[in-house]
């Protein structure tokens, strides 16, 4: 039995989901897995990890007492942990914290064990327009700073020594400009979704309560918000633009306060509530029945991410369910939807006029678009490549 090393040292958000699904794939194909990463850190949830317990052929490895809880580990540290555990394959579930790792086998004349692949969520630089100076100012650091430039490394010295046999990457937008990188399909959560289905039918009061505040607001605008409020994700922009257009705002998912805004959230949530434009769930829900209510409660999907340039699962999920997004026209999430014609995108000065066209726009003009990119997005096309990439094969 081969052995395969899924290193993650930190397991909070997306990268709990990640392991599960990679190790499915690994269990299908007959390895032994380690799991590397921190498990000693609290995690709000465990859900994925629990359904690993009691598989004789998985192992954890606590990488605390590794320097940064394993994101610090050094390439001697790292052959060592190969070495003992007999590892054939690692992967790197994040392999943008890795880089300075990856570029270290030059410097030592060493390398990792076996066959390494790596998985890539920010290559964000490829967005970032620098000007003239700031060229000038990148080459006259990268004498001191080579060693863990991402620019470099996947411009340069990955293609040219090859120091990870695969390179995944969630953007395709990245993979179009790099030969030497495969694009990996973002349906993680759909893949663990497939494998374990959690029904939560007592969260499904949830439904008749939303129906009841739709009817009593039946004339409005609904703007929906998944998941947990984030400034990145533009929660507070969301809920002053519910305010200004006398709009309904529909939150599925925990609230909390600690969070720092460009808007002052009570304040807007408080006028939103006092005139019974506000419905919370603040609740964490898991029951797909009840998520897929919520975002079919919604015609368009309006998604203000802040100065962000990667994928985004909740666009994913209402592209699952047909339903077109409009987002800021830059990173990856622009570039698909302006490629696929999966909603709208907007930039600083649009937002208004593109938000109200959107609006205005039927959904079913989308549909065929929408359906077409998610053949490409499926969860088979995910486990190929995976299941390609491990066995060194040409997809």
């Known amino acids: 039995m081969k052995n395969a090393l899924i290193f993650s040292p930190s397991f909070i958000g997306h990268r709990q989901v990640y392991v599960f699904v990679l190790s499915q794939v690994l269990i299908k194909l007959g390895y032994r897995i380690y799991i590397a990463g921190n498990f000693?850190?609290?995690?709000?949830?465990?859900?994925y990890f629990n359904r690993l317990k009691g598989n004789n052929n998985i192992f954890?490895?606590?990488t605390t007492e590794i320097p940064g809880n394993g994101l610090?580990?050094?390439?001697h540290e790292f052959i060592e942990l190969q070495v003992k555990y007999a590892i054939d394959l690692t992967i790197f579930a994040e392999a943008d914290n890795?880089?300075?790792?990856?570029?270290s086998q030059l410097s030592v004349h060493k390398r990792l064990?076996?066959?390494?692949?790596?998985?890539?969520?920010?290559p964000f630089y490829v967005y970032q327009k620098v000007t003239a100076i700031n060229k000038l100012r990148y080459f006259k650091w990268l004498y001191t700073e080579w060693k863990t430039d991402t620019r470099l490394f996947h411009e340069f010295l990955n293609p040219q020594f090859h120091l990870i046999n695969e390179s995944l990457h969630l953007d395709d937008y990245f993979v179009s400009k790099h030969r030497h990188t495969k694009w990996l399909p973002d349906v993680f959560q759909q893949f663990a979704d497939e494998i374990v289905l959690e029904e939560q039918s007592e969260q499904r009061h949830w439904i008749d309560k939303l129906d009841a505040f739709k009817e009593a607001n039946k004339d409005c605008i609904f703007l929906l918000y998944f998941g947990a409020p984030q400034d990145r994700r533009g929660y507070d922009f969301l809920l002053k633009l519910a305010v200004d257009y006398k709009a309904c705002f529909v939150h599925c998912g925990l609230r909390n306060n600690w969070t720092d805004y460009e808007f002052d959230i009570n304040e807007l949530r408080g006028k939103l509530e006092s005139e019974k434009k506000l419905f919370e769930t603040n609740e964490y829900i898991i029951d797909p029945i009840t998520i897929e209510y919520f975002f079919k409660a919604v015609g368009h999907?309006?998604?203000?991410y802040k100065n962000f340039y990667g994928s985004s699962g909740v666009m994913l999920q209402a592209l699952v369910y047909n339903i077109p997004v409009l987002v800021p026209d830059i990173g990856v999430i622009g570039y698909r939807v302006k490629k696929y014609g999966l909603g709208y995108t907007y930039n600083n000065g649009s937002f208004e006029k593109q938000f109200l066209c959107f609006l205005k726009t039927p959904t079913e003009m989308f549909s065929k678009s929408i359906e077409e990119y998610m053949k490409m997005q499926s969860v088979q096309n995910l486990n190929s490549v995976l299941i390609n990439s491990i066995n060194g094969e040409a997809s």
């Open 60 to 62: 954890e490895i606590d």
């Open 301 to 304: 999907l309006i998604l203000p």
């Open 98 to 103: 890795h880089i300075p790792l990856l570029i």
């Open 72 to 75: 610090g580990i050094n390439i």
């Open 113 to 122: 064990k076996g066959r390494t692949i790596g998985i890539f969520l920010r």
């Open 40 to 47: 000693s850190a609290k995690l709000s949830s465990t859900f």
